[in-house]
């Protein structure tokens, strides 16, 4: 009896001690959401608009989940669920000379630092991290293969990313705005020219095609005070002029424009802000430490999540520049009351969908898959801009929050919001039937 005790105490122990190891904290040199951070600081600096953040999140990690599921046979190789994707992954490097971790690591700052406009500022952010994993005690022939395993990966994943018509953008038509009517025009106070009229041609990922989910049409276009459409434009009107202390925090905490500016006399100040798919991506940083992922499956949450916020805004821009739906600021200013301004900045491209409710439904529902719908976390993503944070029940709860904040910032009509929220969540839904398809499943902490 007291043998049996006494192994059952033992068991107990390594299994406390197992979960213990996989609850702690990832090592300084293993942590996802530095590299991805510095990733975002760059796209800050160079003010990337939403929908190429988003294609930029998607390639450089996906490097990084190559080389983690070369290594570890339960993570589902990219190739499984991403049709497109039929690139060799095979590296030069034996598996038993470097460490997936580090070499993934290095791989997410290596291909932003070859993608991104100012990526040579990268650079220091690499020698860091060198510097970092000398002092933890990596030896310098492992730090040295790991490089290069890295540097052979993102090779592969540039090469991929070339294909997928970015680089003919510049080469397609641009966009002529239509002044007066139903159509959008550029909104103060800098008046900028349309964003990525053309992103519907860049190649997805998990959806099929740009106009796979087309949503409901918006309320059609009236200056009849009667009507639908005016309805919506003075619920917005209302709304501004009514204003909650809480409202107003939910509209700053989601604001995420990278095109931020104010005046100051004849000045035009620019506020540089991490984009909306960088806010999600930051919540991916916070969820994947409080469920205390190990790094593999850290890498993978990241990777799918960014993966899918590419799709939303594929789909979403599809759209937007299909209806060309008129901003809420240049209907009521010309309608209305030509002295209102919305709270937030609007941003330079059409109405219809919202982007927010599109990606934060989409990111929304690949995360509850992985990680459950109710799973409560603080989002403090917003900080450094001096807003939140913030408590959320759910990932669905801070999707719903994000969608309805741009009603309160006076630069979406409700309809947009409500068909951007299922047009979310259906990218949402194909992304989850082809990670389930491939034998991804959901995970356990």
């Not at 913030?390 to 009603?407: I, M, T, V």
């Not at 630069?411 to 951007?420: C, E, P």
Request: a positive charge; glycine letters at 6%.
């Amino acid at each position: 009896m007291i043998k049996r005790i006494s192994i059952l105490i033992l068991a107990l122990i390594a299994t406390s001690a197992y979960a213990q190891k996989n609850k702690k904290q990832p090592l300084p040199y293993l942590q996802v959401d530095k590299a991805i951070n510095a990733i975002s600081a760059v796209m800050i600096h160079d003010v990337v608009n939403p929908p190429a953040a988003s294609r930029y999140y998607a390639y450089v990690t996906m490097g990084a989940y190559n080389l983690v599921s070369l290594n570890n046979k339960d993570i589902v190789p990219v190739n499984n669920f991403i049709k497109s994707y039929n690139q060799d992954n095979q590296i030069s490097i034996p598996q038993d000379k470097y460490d997936h971790s580090i070499a993934a690591m290095y791989c997410i700052l290596e291909t932003g630092k070859q993608m991104l406009p100012s990526g040579y500022m990268i650079q220091e952010d690499e020698d860091k991290y060198i510097v970092l994993l000398k002092e933890s005690g990596i030896n310098d022939e492992v730090i040295k293969q790991s490089i290069a395993a890295a540097t052979e990966m993102a090779a592969k994943v540039i090469k991929y990313s070339k294909s997928d018509n970015y680089g003919k953008l510049s080469g397609r038509l641009r966009y002529s705005p239509i002044k007066g009517g139903k159509n959008w025009f550029p909104t103060p106070p800098m008046y900028m020219e349309a964003v990525e009229p053309n992103w519907k041609t860049i190649r997805p990922m998990f959806i099929d095609s740009s106009n796979q989910f087309i949503p409901v049409r918006p309320a059609t276009f009236s200056t009849d005070s009667t009507s639908e459409f005016y309805k919506e434009a003075m619920a917005v009107y209302k709304v501004s002029k009514n204003m909650s202390v809480e409202q107003n925090m939910i509209a700053n905490f989601w604001d995420c424009n990278p095109f931020a500016v104010t005046t100051s006399g004849h000045m035009m100040i620019g506020f540089k802000k991490i984009s909306p798919g960088g806010h999600w991506m930051n919540i991916v940083g916070i969820v994947v430490k409080k469920a205390g992922l190990s790094f593999d499956r850290s890498i993978q949450v990241a990777t799918l999540v960014a993966m899918t916020e590419m799709d939303a805004f594929i789909t979403c821009w599809d759209e937007k520049y299909r209806s060309n739906g008129i901003r809420p600021e240049t209907f009521i200013n010309k309608y209305i009351d030509i002295k209102w301004t919305p709270l937030l900045q609007t941003p330079p491209f059409p109405e219809y969908p919202s982007g927010h409710a599109v990606l934060s439904n989409s990111s929304a529902g690949v995360l509850s898959y992985l990680l459950g719908d109710k799973f409560a976390f603080t989002d403090d993503s917003e900080i450094p801009y001096g807003v939140g944070p913030r408590d959320f029940k759910s990932f669905k709860q801070a999707a719903e929050e994000a969608s309805l904040s741009r009603f309160y910032g006076g630069i979406h009509f409700k309809d947009a919001i409500v068909n951007g929220n299922q047009q979310g969540r259906d990218v949402a839904a194909a992304a989850v039937k082809k990670l389930k398809a491939a034998g991804v499943n959901p995970l356990t902490y």
